[in-house]
């Protein structure tokens, strides 16, 4: 089963989807026409993990729906459908492709990691609770990391800040250069006003991600102004400006810099 990665904005469901999907994993190949025979169900499923891969996921839904008409079996166009689903927030019919290729892969533990994802955002708990952890115990899932991730966020959105930590270290045992896990880290800890601690994950987090992603860099000047350190929030804000990925987190950054020029 080919896994695709896709670069998704900073927020709990982006987070979710992004350990789910992203990290951890081999990116999927891109499309290379030679490879199946144009038409036939695999070339049409290789143009959408290619699309899905692009972010497009009007056209990437368009050729796994067209692969599926083909072969109503194609694991790949499945998966696919459920992940185009997923990140349109379409969780029900995301939950029903999933279900579809649990019948057809029982021992893919993604699956599970995939619908434990599904049932957290519907609040339903126990089955989230229940899937993820099933990822996350199996001897042969490639990245229990991820399962793990998203069991700690479980606990953060019922405000269980010691357990989500309790699974935030276990993650950290199968994978210590797991970003995600530090923000969770640094998130945890923020919480609870541990704001040394939590810049210090935060850093972690930001040396492994080589400083790009917006979230971590308006996590870090955050904590610095908590701390008292202005100019250094200052600093790290206005280098992120040009790295907004969106006008919600580009009016972030200018509210936080109107905001700390505003004590000085």
């Known amino acids: ?14 987070l979710l989807i992004l350990t789910a999907i992203a990290c ?15 038409g036939s169900a695999e070339y049409l499923c290789n143009e959408g993990l290619a ?44 939950l029903s492709y999933f279900e579809r290729l649990k019948e057809l892969t029982p021992d893919s533990y993604d699956v599970y990691n995939y619908m434990g994802i599904i049932y957290l955002e519907l609040q339903q708990y126990p089955r989230a609770r229940e899937n993820l952890l099933i ?38 045992e199968k994978k210590k250069n797991f970003p995600q ?19 210090l994950a935060y850093e972690r987090a930001s040396t492994i991600t080589y400083n790009n992603d917006p979230g971590i860099l308006i996590a870090l000047a955050r904590l610095h102004k908590q ?23 580009r009016q972030t950054i200018i509210n936080m810099i109107a905001d700390i020029n505003s004590q000085n």
């Not at 056209?59 to 008409?69: H, M, S, Y």
């Open 227 to 249: 701390l008292g350190d202005k100019d250094k929030a200052l600093n790290i804000l206005e280098s992120s400006l040009g790295k907004a990925r969106n006008e919600a987190e």
């Open 24 to 38: 951890g994993k081999k990116k999927s190949p891109l499309f290379e026409p030679s490879q199946a025979k144009p």
């Open 135 to 172: 990822a996350a115990t199996s001897s042969t899932y490639k990245t229990p990391e991820n399962a793990y991730a998203n069991l700690a966020i479980l606990e953060i959105k019922q405000n269980n800040l010691d357990a989500a930590m309790r699974y935030i270290k276990k993650g950290l």
């Open 51 to 94: 699309f899905l891969d692009s972010g497009d996921f009007t056209q990437a839904r368009n050729r796994f729906q067209a692969a599926l008409a083909k072969a109503p079996s194609n694991i790949d166009a499945i998966l696919g459908m459920g992940l185009v689903h997923l990140n349109n927030r379409e969780l029900d019919q995301s």
């Open 181 to 199: 896990l530090h923000i969770l880290e640094g998130q945890v800890l923020e919480a609870q006003k541990n704001w040394q601690d939590a810049l």
């Open 1 to 14: 089963m080919r896994v695709c990665k896709k670069t998704l904005a900073f927020a709990f469901l982006t």
